[in-house]
């Protein structure tokens, strides 16, 4: 606790004290801030002795940016800076904070990338880089894949996916990285589904609730397949396989066979990909020098492989 005095003092006495200027104490005593003791016979104002240590803190918490509000929060709660108004407020600053720093940069980054870029592509990438903010939403890519689902598919199962297919731009992105999600976010700007590139098969046969059995086995399926390829096995039948297989034949509402099996395999072959989308996400994940994570693209790709391998096998 620190002492100002026995008695009341003066306003500059007080903001000597306390290191500050006249002008602050006079700001926080007008906002109701700091507590006043009965005003002399010439009218100036006085400060009772608990004013010194309730305007040190104030000045502490300044000091942190927090907004005035939250600093009149703290003050209100009878514990004084030991009490949960306190850490909410921390907490609260320090999410601005992160954000604050996550945006300059993807600033920096951006800059960098302008900068090192070759003088023939440096107008094309400050148009990519332009057309996005920093940080940069992911809502467009979100559209881009509701608009891929079949409608009135469940909410619950379409957030499912959309965690699953929406890539996070990195906290720290390098300007590889700030390049590829401006690629991403200019291809995401346009229609998922055009007549040159279908929905696939299974969204129109099996509809909104059978593409929501899909998707939850197909998830299972891509972790499957992404510790395989971690590993850097080549494709191949087993359990991974097999639960992709299930996931469709779940949808469709039919029984995993030899047959089904050739028949999914022409299907696959003939629905759109997505391949470039997908090839963006990794380039956006993989730091550099990184090795890429994989994603469901990839993983897709290799069970689409080894459905290939294990029907030719089966019936070749």
Not at 104 to 119: G, Q, Y
């Amino acid at each position: 606790m620190v002492a100002s005095d026995d008695g009341p003092c003066s306003i500059g006495e007080l903001a000597h004290r306390a290191g500050v200027t006249v002008k602050t104490v006079r700001f926080y005593s007008d906002h109701g801030l700091l507590p006043e003791a009965p005003r002399s016979p010439g009218g100036h104002r006085r400060y009772a002795p608990e004013a010194l240590d309730r305007l040190l803190l104030i000045r502490s918490l300044r000091t942190l940016d927090l907004p005035l509000p939250a600093v009149r929060r703290i003050l209100a709660d009878e514990d004084g800076a030991a009490t949960g108004a306190l850490e909410d407020a921390v907490a609260g600053q320090l999410s601005v904070l992160g954000s604050r720093l996550t945006a300059l940069r993807w600033r920096e980054a951006a800059l960098r990338l302008v900068a090192e870029s070759p003088p023939a592509e440096r107008a094309e990438r400050l148009r990519l880089v332009g057309a996005m903010s920093t940080p940069p939403s992911t809502e467009p890519v979100a559209r881009f894949w509701r608009a891929w689902l079949p409608a009135r598919m469940p909410a619950r199962s379409t957030a499912a996916f959309l965690d699953l297919a929406v890539v996070r731009p990195p906290e720290e992105p390098a300007p590889a990285q700030v390049l590829a999600f401006a690629r991403l976010h200019a291809l995401t700007a346009g229609p998922c589904s055009t007549p040159q590139r279908p929905q696939p098969r299974v969204h129109r046969a099996a509809g909104a609730r059978g593409a929501a059995v899909l998707y939850a086995g197909l998830a299972e399926a891509y972790e499957l397949a992404g510790t395989l390829l971690r590993r850097g096995r080549p494709p191949h039948p087993g359990e991974a396989l097999d639960c992709f297989v299930a996931a469709y034949a779940s949808a469709y509402r039919v029984r995993d066979t030899p047959g089904f099996r050739r028949g999914l395999s022409r299907q696959l072959a003939d629905d759109p990909r997505l391949d470039r989308y997908w090839e963006l996400v990794a380039e956006v994940t993989t730091p550099p020098g990184g090795r890429p994570e994989p994603t469901p693209g990839t993983a897709h790709d290799w069970l689409t492989a080894a459905l290939r391998t294990h029907v030719a096998a089966t019936h070749g």
